[in-house]
């Protein structure tokens, strides 16, 4: 399996601080220049899904008390310690200038690897949804 940083995080947060508290705040996406190109229409997109790694994530448990909803498997969590560290979050996309990206709504910490992009479509995304795919 080869996965490849596409980018990473400047944030506020350099510690793991309330993923509530996270996503209240403006964080930037820096893509590496050789992926820049793959930005091309990116502002067409409202909201964006962050694929990134959880590069300072230590071990795990996989079942374990977490932060809501009492005693969870690993998979039935959103915990960053997992058996691979990958974490999913929807944002706004805010504004682009060049190969950053102005995002709000990220829970990731600064200097985090990011692993893909992907823009959100309701469609596809949420099963519940009744937005037709334009």
Same mark, same amino acid.
Do not use: W
């Given at each position: ?37 793959? *930005? ?7 909201? *964006? ?86």
């Amino acid at each position: 399996m080869e996965v490849q940083c596409i980018g990473k995080i400047k944030s506020s947060f350099s510690e793991p601080a309330n993923p509530e508290e996270m996503r209240k705040e403006r964080s930037t996406i820096v893509i590496n220049e050789e992926y820049e190109d793959g *930005l091309y229409r990116i502002e067409d997109s409202e909201y *964006l899904q962050v694929i990134f790694y959880f590069d300072r994530s230590q071990g795990y448990e996989l079942i374990a008390e977490r932060r809501k909803g009492g005693v969870k498997g690993v998979f039935a969590s959103r915990t960053p310690g997992r058996p691979s560290p990958i974490g999913v979050t929807v944002v706004e996309l805010v504004q682009r200038r060049g190969r950053e990206l102005e995002v709000k709504g990220l829970d990731a910490l600064d200097g985090t690897p990011v692993i893909d992009i992907k823009p959100y479509v309701p469609v596809f995304d949420n099963s519940h949804s009744d937005t037709q795919m334009e």
